[in-house]
Nanobody, 123 residues
Framework: VQLQASGGGLVQAGGSQRLSCSAS????????VGWFRQAPGKEREFVAT????????YYADSVKGRFTISRDNARNTVYLQMDSLKPEDTAVYYC?????????????????WGQGTQVTVSS
């Protein structure tokens, strides 16, 4: 499966942005999907994940209450709604699909990765 992340850009602190992750080549068939991010000079870190059915979500503490992950399986797309953005949210955001229907925060659980989209939050 090939993933395409989009929706990044420049936003002011306190603002909102929505990222999209679309699959091509095959559907997100029974795949959990996660979002990760990587800031300059830092390791890639977990942000959020959603189960195949959408009934299960899990967030990093740093984004809990501000970010919301959702999915539309009919459109083969997963979203990350980011509100109350902070400068420390600046990073390249990646979406990834797991082999299982439920995923966690470990990068090793995710098999397929998109190319990333840059999010820059100005203060």
């Amino acid at each position: 499966v090939q993933l395409q992340a989009s929706g990044g850009g420049l936003v002011q602190a306190g603002g909102s942005q929505r990222l999209s992750c679309s699959a091509s080549g095959r559907t997100f068939s029974n795949n959990a999907v996660g979002w990760f991010r990587q800031a300059p000079g830092k390791e890639r870190e977990f942000v959020a994940t959603i189960s195949w059915t959408g009934s299960g979500t899990y967030y990093a503490d740093s984004v809990k209450g501000r970010f919301t992950i959702s999915r539309d399986n009919a459109r083969n797309t997963v979203y990350l709604q980011m509100d109350s953005l902070k400068p420390e949210d600046t990073a390249v955001y990646y979406c990834a699909a797991a082999l299982r229907s439920v995923g966690g925060k470990d990068r090793q659980e995710y098999r397929y990765w998109g190319q990333g989209t840059q999010v820059t939050v100005s203060s």
